[in-house]
């Protein structure tokens, strides 16, 4: 099974589950919806279609998904045009650093500019993009990282 698969199998057995206590279910009426539903006694044993079958119908019944607030990271801002060149080349050398986050370089800018620091380094200006970027050379230089 792929990382992707066990991964939307598991959040539906955690759905599943979330409806169980969302909806005061019992052990047996809970067994007794997944055998009416996907003929299974543990939910561990559902398929796919078996698992959309069984989440549709506690949908029907009254399960509500429930976002945590604020549950979303922020989206990274889109770089305006006169700095996107500067962007490009930060996120290259970010690559070259064994595939550093965007945040490394969110955290940098941060002990770089302390109270200036806009929260993303996509917001820095001409200056502080410049900087930035010669730390991270730094960086390279001094973890044998391409520099090309």
Known sequence: MSKLARDHRNSDLAKIHLAKKQLAMSDEDYRDMLWTQGRVRSSKDLDHVGRANVLEYLKKIGFKTIAKPGGKR???????????????RIRAQLISLDRKPDTYADG??????????PDFYEWCNH??????????????????????
Do not use: C, Y
Request: charged letters at 30%.
């Open 108 to 117: 940098i800018a941060k002990q770089m500019f302390g109270e200036q620091a």
């Open 127 to 148: 200056d502080q993009l410049h900087r930035l970027s010669a730390a991270l050379g730094v960086q390279q230089r001094r973890e044998g990282a391409a520099t090309q």
């Open 74 to 88: 922020p989206r990274r801002p889109v770089p305006p045009a006169d700095k996107l060149k500067l962007i490009r």
